[in-house]
């Protein structure tokens, strides 16, 4: 038998047993304490000021387009806003010729843009009072299904998971909502020359990667005869299936073509995926293209096709065109936030040492302490 077996006695008076490690008890006086609240007021005011100036720096022009002006032939001249709002025009009716440019709202937006050579230039949408955080709208949604591990809808995304007969693939509220303007940059005010976008890896890695996967077809299948396609149907709001999302689709319109430079096809377009990425507050913009062309110091035009309704929850539609500094995109909350705390603490010491100076007693010392007796 081993003879390095403690007794039970034994392991009770050890020193991790009896709280009797070595260990640093330090006594907090304002001596002490003081310094040590500056210190971290000062660090935080310096990182707050270099987040700040990182945000300052970013070159960002934002461009409403809520109620643009129709430039085509037919309704020439009036509000998309209006136009899409009342569906007697036919804009949202999915049996229109969509193909036809004059059956679409489209806005020519003259833009002045800063000088962004050699930087990375990105193009957003911009969303406001648009409820992506509403909980039933949140729960709305299949991710088994998007990520091609089945090929049934769930309860999750009532009312959207079947329509009676088929299953909604996708499924869900979230996915039936897609944004669908489309964003154009043109180096001319008449929009001949467009200039190059990009629509890949505009989505998070880890979503393209793992989340978002299509059912896997039989070899040489298209992807429309994969098991998870097969069997259902595309969503109400939707163009085409989403085995063709992302594909071109002659005689129809849909703003995840690739004439739009959008990238990937089915559930793994990016477009899509970033749509999915829902966002915590009404007020958000969502990642739409990267500028592939060197953008100088003049005047762009932006030509939108005005697709996506929100006059009928009163929300607004912007275009965002950004770059990045090292602290990534326009943000001010986190420099503030750290300048607010580090002045706090600053303010705390200077209020504390003054109490202390003024009103001081000696450490220790029994006058303010209360009898029990």
């Known amino acids: 038998w081993p003879t390095n077996i403690m007794s039970e006695g034994e392991v009770k008076k050890r020193s991790f047993k009896q709280q009797t490690l070595p260990a640093w ?21 310096a990182i707050g000021i270099a987040l700040f100036l990182g945000s300052q720096s970013v070159k960002e022009v934002i461009v409403p387009y809520t109620d643009c002006v129709n430039v085509n032939a037919k309704n020439n001249n009036q509000s998309c806003s209006s136009l ?18 004059n059956e679409r709202c489209t806005c020519l937006i003259n833009v002045a843009l800063p000088d962004y050579q050699d930087e990375s230039v990105f193009i957003y949408y911009s969303l406001e009072n648009y409820f992506q955080n509403h909980r039933a709208y949140v729960q709305s949604r299949w991710d088994a299904q998007l990520r091609g591990a089945t090929t049934l809808a769930n309860e999750n995304c009532a009312p959207l998971d079947t329509n009676g007969t088929l299953d909604y ?13 489309t964003i154009e940059l043109c180096d001319d005010a008449g929009c001949t020359s467009l200039l190059e976008l990009s629509g890949q890896d505009i989505s998070w890695r880890s979503d393209r990667e793992v989340k978002f996967r299509n059912p896997e077809p039989e070899a040489g299948q298209p992807l429309c005869d994969a098991p998870g396609f097969t069997n259902t149907t595309k969503l109400p709001s ?6 063709q999302l992302g594909t071109p689709t002659p005689g129809v319109y849909s703003a995840q073509a690739p004439q739009y ?7 793994e377009n990016e477009d899509f995926i970033v749509w999915m990425r829902t966002a915590a507050l009404p007020s958000f913009r969502k990642l739409y293209r990267r500028v592939v062309t060197d953008i100088s ?20 539609k912007a275009v965002v065109i950004s770059n990045l500094s090292w602290q990534g995109g326009k943000n001010s909350f986190l420099g503030i936030a750290y300048l607010a705390v580090g002045s706090l603490c600053i303010v705390a010491t200077i209020i504390l040492y003054i109490l202390v100076r003024v009103k001081n007693r000696v450490p220790g010392a029994e006058d303010y302490l209360k009898s029990w007796n």
Do not use: Q
């Open 238 to 243: 939707w163009p085409v299936p989403a085995c």
């Open 169 to 181: 693939a996708p499924c869900g509220l979230i996915a039936n909502s897609l944004f669908n303007d």
């Open 84 to 101: 899409l709002s009342n569906y007697t025009n036919g804009y949202t009716n999915l049996e229109l010729n969509h193909t036809d440019p």
């Open 25 to 45: 008890k330090p006594i907090l006086i304002p001596k002490t304490v003081l310094p040590n609240i500056l210190l971290i007021g000062v660090v935080f005011v």
């Open 261 to 267: 430079k959008s990238n990937g096809v089915g559930y």
């Open 297 to 316: 110091d003049k005047n762009y035009t932006l030509r939108i096709g005005y697709n996506y309704p929100v006059a009928g929850f009163d929300g607004t």
